[in-house]
């Protein structure tokens, strides 16, 4: 689906009176968990509620909000003859231990965590059931997304076919970029969550060394098809730098933890040093804290000296002691 069709897709609350209870064991479980998103979390629910089926398990989750998020829930369920999807409130926690908590709270085979402030697809859900009843073992199901700024300019980020190796697809997401995943436009098997939670002490970046995981150990299926809308702006939590400095270069001895990486893939850690420190230096740099940032340059130059001649990173150095 294009995200012209996309753009017709109605923002209203919808009645979903004749809903189907859902299974004892659904297919899909789609968390969203939310914090301060209350302006948001309408769109973001009612992108799941157009699809639910008695297949579908849907869980919103407050983390602690200080908006009118249970408001705008309770509006939204207001307008339901029967409750379409739970709802659960706790203090804050951060997003890593709110998703954990969606694992705990639902029982489907595949969890989406769809985030408060995206879409998802109106075709989503069929794409991740034909895939998931393809007969074949996943971990997880992914597809592409669509990323919208707020000035209204729309770009398709498609995803390209997994490589064979688990090295490769290392290589492909933590150095090249060649792969990347988002939360919202994928589905992951809840045997994944079996053997890894999301690690709670990072309040950013949390999802990097679950996806490393899946990559490293699981079977990965490709979807040809936007799964969701990415809705970018300044206060997204997946910018913010105060996160992105807290979290720093603690996130690598996670990323690589060798009960979930094998000692034959461990010699990417140095590199993925010296890419999340230009990651970071890029950050900090777009935020304005020029001294930060370049203490994580200086990182990068000094784990591979190489790094020195990747001139985008290099002209953005010299414009920071301008």
């Known amino acids: ?16 009176s004749n809903i189907t209870p859902v299974k004892q064991t659904p297919l899909l479980s789609i968390i969203i968990p939310c914090y301060n998103y209350a302006d948001t979390l309408t769109r973001a629910i009612n992108s799941v509620l157009l699809q639910v089926a008695d297949d579908v398990e ?3 989750i407050d983390d602690g909000s200080t908006d009118n998020t249970a408001t705008v829930v309770a509006d939204i369920l207001a307008n339901h003859t029967q409750r379409a999807f739970r709802f659960i409130q706790h203090e804050n926690k951060g997003l890593a ?9 639902t029982k489907g085979e595949y969890l989406i965590f769809l985030d408060a402030d995206d879409e998802m697809m109106p075709d989503a859900l069929k794409h991740y059931r034909k895939a998931i009843k393809s ?4 971990g997880m199901v992914a597809g592409g997304h669509f990323s919208k700024k707020p000035s209204g300019q729309v770009k398709e980020h498609p995803l390209l076919d997994i490589p064979d190796t688990a090295e490769a697809r290392l290589r492909g997401y933590l150095l090249n970029k060649s792969l990347a995943f988002s939360n919202s436009a994928v589905a992951i098997a809840r045997e994944v ?10 309040r950013a970046s949390e999802d990097i060394s679950v996806f490393v995981f899946i990559l490293v150990n699981f079977t990965v299926h490709v979807v040809n098809e936007p799964l969701a809308i990415m809705h970018r702006h300044d206060n997204s939590l997946r910018h913010n730098p105060a996160h992105a400095i807290e979290v720093g270069l603690s996130m690598v001895d996670e990323v690589f933890d060798p009960k979930r990486v094998p000692a034959s893939l461990q010699g990417l850690k140095q590199k993925f040093i010296t890419q999340r420190s230009l990651s970071l230096f890029r ?3 777009l935020a304005g804290e020029y001294r930060k940032a370049q203490s994580f340059y200086h990182q990068a130059i000094w784990t591979n000296p190489a790094a020195l001649f990747r001139m ?7 414009r920071s002691w301008l």
């Open 135 to 138: 007969g074949q073992s996943i």
């Open 312 to 318: 985008s990173y290099f002209i953005k150095y010299v």
């Open 283 to 285: 950050t900090l740099f």
């Open 58 to 60: 849907f869980l919103v």
């Open 97 to 105: 231990a709110t998703r954990n908590v969606g694992v705990d709270e």
């Open 1 to 16: 689906m294009s995200y012209a069709e996309f753009s017709l897709y109605p923002a209203l609350i919808i009645s979903m």
């Open 193 to 202: 969550f079996d053997g890894y939670r999301y690690p709670e002490q990072f």
